[in-house]
């Protein structure tokens, strides 16, 4: 059961930056991340880039968006461990999407998306077949004015789950001054103190999931049973408070600040099965950064 819902999770929050930056038309996105661990001397930070460019079809009006991420992990290591804790403390993740949308409807888009990710702590220096993950996804989208649903699925090469999962998500602005957002990776409600300005509290997820080159027992010697550490993946589910000020009419700046509910930090093998529990016990978390949108 375990197994299973940690897949779901993990299916469900990869690449959910695409669909997140999707309900807020983020063109791109420049972040750092800080998460220091409690009950451990580790620490865990990342800075993140994100940049997409749609192409509008005069004939039809439809898009397409490519787009590509990088994201930088440094994970301070200072746990006493049986394994090469060193190996795991500069991780990398670079991701090409592309996004089609059609429009089926005076309200409904049609929605093809697939990203290649490389991920990994590339300690060879080279990139192997391991690091390679793929993402699909199928989605409806209704817009109108302030409110959107989106209805899909998603299936993803980086879990061992055979089968694709649901997306569902809508954001609604109820009121001039108050909107919310039901969906994976968050769920907010959202206050605005004025067209430049507003807080928001939420619901988050966020991850990291990286290939170990060369794999390593846990144990510090040949496992009898062959399970190996070939994986790190950052599972955690975040609960924020956050303050965005929007400088122009194109560029925001956002902090958010809060506590993390489920936080695993764990190692695994290449059936994604944990063999190693990193960190499991909630901590503080911090984020900000600048985000360019054609709101």
Do not use: C
């Amino acid at each position: 059961m375990k197994r299973i819902f940690n897949g779901i999770l993990f299916v469900a929050i990869i690449g959910t930056t695409t669909f997140m930056e999707g309900q807020e038309d983020v063109l791109g996105r420049i972040e750092y991340t800080n998460f220091p661990q409690s009950n451990s001397d580790n620490t865990f930070s990342r800075f993140k880039t994100l940049v997409k460019y749609p192409i509008k079809f005069k004939s039809n009006g439809n898009y397409l968006i490519p787009g590509v991420q990088y994201e930088n992990i440094n994970f301070i290591f200072k746990d006493d461990v049986p394994f090469p804790a060193e190996s795991l403390e500069h991780l990398k993740s670079y991701s090409v999407i592309l996004t089609y949308i059609h429009r089926i409807h005076k309200d409904w888009q049609l929605g093809l998306e697939g990203e290649i990710l490389a991920a990994s702590n590339f300690e060879t220096g080279e990139l192997m077949n391991e690091d390679l993950e793929y993402t699909g996804s199928v989605f409806f989208m209704k817009s109108k004015k302030d409110q959107r649903l989106i209805l899909g699925v998603r299936y993803s090469t980086a879990t061992s789950l055979n089968f694709p999962l649901p997306i569902i998500n809508y954001y609604k602005k109820f009121d001039p001054k108050w909107s919310y957002i039901l969906g994976v990776p968050k769920t907010k409600i959202q206050y605005y103190l004025s067209e430049k300005s507003s807080f928001q509290a939420f619901v988050s997820v966020d991850s990291f999931y990286a290939n170990i080159q060369e794999e390593f027992s846990t144990s510090g010697v040949s496992p009898i049973d062959g399970k190996l550490a070939q994986n790190i993946s950052m599972t955690s589910i975040i609960s924020s408070l956050g303050y965005e000020l929007r400088f122009s009419k194109y560029i925001s700046f956002y902090i958010y600040g809060g506590h993390s509910l489920i936080n695993d930090i764990s190692l695994r093998d290449e059936n994604n099965d944990e063999v190693y529990t990193i960190n499991d016990t909630n901590s503080l978390y911090g984020r900000t950064g600048l985000k360019f949108s054609i709101l």
